[in-house]
């Protein structure tokens, strides 16, 4: 099935609890499906009020797009007096602690709803140090954090694409590559597995790249390409990328763009066919991709070769 998800099919316990049930949400398979997720908060109204502790076995990491200067927090019970939530800046909240917050400001956050269970699957994995139990941070503190912003910020555009559009393999990559940073950065256990060393088996690069070509369309995961190779997720993106110079969402973006190329240029195709045939929701998505990677649309493109 496919890694991700949006409002109408998924709701995700922080969106209830801030009374945001149709907040955009992404569910990532890239750690078994344990629910690692992430989703945008953006609430315009003032007063909110208190919101639900959520009372989950998960971290939140949020990235504060508005500086938020007027709200109350409750730690277990405790008045914690908020500091520096500025935009730009990086919170993380312990979820299994009974948190409440009273909001009076609108807010706008983008954050990654790690759950626990997820940090314990990759651990197995040997993609993050394993037994992580905390995460240190300060209760009502943020930190200035800039790989944890730029991925939250890359995540954006995936958040507001119809599910159509969605690329899959992407969010299952920003999901690990933040998940990694976060562990290895604020985790307790310090050190990570030795790095990888080298770039994929020959047979393991064509098993890879046979399954992409086979799901040009979306619905393949990170988790099923590294397990067709017999590697962790890590150290398969590691090797994938090593071997092709690009990140597997990247080769699959790279090989829908080629074989557009050729059937604009050598059939009579319509662009409407043509974008099915290469994994697109239909021609507006293609014809918008295609735009932005090759500078000209699809049939300025295939205008241009015909000459």
């Known amino acids: 099935m496919p890694s991700s998800a949006k409002p109408a099919s998924t709701q995700n316990p922080v969106a209830m609890a801030v009374g945001l049930p149709d907040a955009p949400v992404l569910t990532t398979r890239a750690a078994r499906g344990t629910g690692l997720a992430f989703l945008e908060l953006n609430c315009e109204r003032r007063n909110v009020g208190i919101t639900h502790p959520v009372r989950e076995d998960a971290f939140l990491v949020a990235l504060q797009m508005n500086t938020c200067p007027d709200f109350d927090l409750y730690a277990d019970g405790k008045s914690i007096a908020p500091k520096d939530f500025d935009a730009g800046t990086v919170a993380i909240f312990d979820l299994r602690m009974n948190l409440a917050t009273d909001l009076r400001d609108p807010f706008h956050a983008v954050n990654l ?46 958040l507001a694409a119809r599910p159509e559009e969605t690329p899959e393999l992407f969010v299952d990559h920003v999901a690990l590559a933040l998940s990694v940073h976060v562990a290895r950065r604020y985790g307790d256990v310090a050190a990570l597995p030795r790095q990888w060393g080298g770039g994929l088996a020959p047979w393991q690069e064509r098993q890879a790249k046979e399954l992409l070509d086979a799901h040009m369309g979306g619905g393949l995961t990170l988790n099923a390409l590294a397990r067709s190779c017999d590697l962790s997720i890590r150290h398969f993106t590691r090797a994938f990328r090593q071997s092709t110079g690009m990140a597997p969402y990247q080769w699959l973006q790279h090989r829908r763009m080629e074989k557009a190329k050729q059937l604009l240029e050598t059939s009579s195709t319509s662009l409407s066919a043509i974008a099915l045939d290469c994994g697109f929701a239909d021609q507006s998505h293609f014809t918008r991709t295609f735009s932005r990677v090759v500078g000209v649309t699809p049939r300025t493109w295939r205008h241009t070769k015909r000459e």
């Open 113 to 158: 709803y790690l759950p626990h269970k997820a940090l314990v699957a990759m651990g197995d994995d040997g993609d993050i140090p394993r037994h992580i139990q905390e995460l240190h941070h300060k209760v009502g503190e943020t930190v200035r954090d800039p790989v944890a912003r730029d991925l939250l910020l890359a995540i954006r555009p995936a």
